[in-house]
Nanobody, 127 residues
Framework: EVKVVESGGGLVQAGGSLRLSCAASGFTFDDYGISWFRQAPGKEREGISTISTRDGSTYYEDSLKDRFTTSIDSSKTTVYLEINNLKPEDTAIYYC????????????????????WGQGTQVTVSS
């Protein structure tokens, strides 16, 4: 089965760090854009970042770029999202999504524009 799977979430204290993983299963992320999103309880889904495996370029939403870093491993099977200085307001389900042949590293605005979505991983930050 071809899918993407997130992992690495958990309960962490404010000020800590986490590294989330987005793994490709049944394919590789070669020539894909991989975006990270999050959705907090009662809020709309929010785009965080995208990395293009075509050229390694990245995109971050302005309000989040200081504490979030996305990267990809050399085998192009796993994309990471590192979150530093975690805050209680970072509590959310974090999702990754992949779209083929990225012209640009960007957050696509429509869910159907992504080829694959993961099931999400829960991040809970305690104060």
């Amino acid at each position: 089965e071809v899918k993407v799977v997130e992992s690495g979430g958990g309960l962490v204290q404010a000020g800590g760090s986490l590294r989330l993983s987005c793994a490709a299963s049944g394919f590789t992320f070669d020539d894909y854009g991989i975006s990270w999103f999050r959705q907090a309880p009662g809020k709309e889904r929010e785009g965080i970042s995208t990395i293009s495996t075509r050229d390694g370029s990245t995109y971050y939403e302005d309000s989040l770029k200081d504490r979030f870093t996305t990267s990809i491993d050399s085998s192009k099977t796993t994309v990471y999202l590192e979150i530093n200085n975690l805050k209680p307001e970072d509590t959310a389900i974090y999702y990754c999504a992949a779209y083929f042949r990225p012209a640009l590293a960007m957050i696509l605005r429509r869910e159907y524009e992504y080829d694959y979505w993961g099931q999400g991983t829960q991040v809970t930050v305690s104060s």
